[in-house]
């Protein structure tokens, strides 16, 4: 009986892979942990630079639009100003309003979410990796779809082929 499935395909190409092939792949799985690495610093820098700008507690709090949810009672600056008139806020809550909002006016993102220069250029690291990075993956994972229809289409074949034999012995 010959392989009529395409994992059995796979597997009996496995078993027999050559060692430039297996050298390729342990370089392509290498080459893969090392930009989730480096992809996982950058958003751990990005989180960690919005914590101090927005000065939070959290790096969750930070990378969230709930930072301004503070701002909701505010109309505007003149609002806030007006509260610390009124002695419903310190002047030290009025400068770290006054702040905020200045932050929730300059971020670009209507996410919500704190934007910068700092933060753009953090987040064209991320995605410039993969640009400098990902053809050697991509390439990679091209062959293997290529290698996979190749398998489905072989083990196809082999199932027709057993198929007609078997109506030939009937």
Do not use: C
């Not at 009986?1 to 796979?10: A, C, G, H």
């Not at 989180?47 to 639009?65: T, W």
């Not at 002047?91 to 993102?109: G, H, T, V």
């Not at 091209?142 to 083990?155: D, G, L, P, T």
């Amino acid at each position: 009986m010959s392989l009529t499935s395409k994992q059995e395909v796979l597997d009996f190409w496995a078993k027999n892979e050559s060692a430039d092939a297996k050298v390729e792949r342990r370089e392509i799985d290498a080459l893969k942990k090392d930009i989730r690495i480096v992809q996982q610093f950058i958003k751990d820098a990005l989180a960690q630079y919005r914590k101090k700008k927005l000065n939070v507690r959290s790096k969750a709090a930070a990378s969230s639009d709930a930072v301004f949810a503070e701002l909701d009672d505010y109309r505007s600056v003149k609002d806030i100003q007006d509260a610390y008139g009124w002695d419903a806020i310190s002047e030290k809550e009025m400068d770290r309003l006054m702040n905020l909002w200045q932050l929730r006016e300059d971020s670009k993102a209507k996410s919500g979410v704190y934007q910068d220069r700092i933060t753009e250029m953090l987040e064209y690291a991320s995605t410039s990796i993969f640009n400098r990075y990902g053809d050697p993956i991509i390439e990679y994972d091209e062959k293997n779809s290529r290698m996979h229809r190749v398998a489905e289409r072989i083990a196809r074949e082999n199932f027709e082929n057993d198929a007609q034999r078997e109506r030939k012995r009937s």
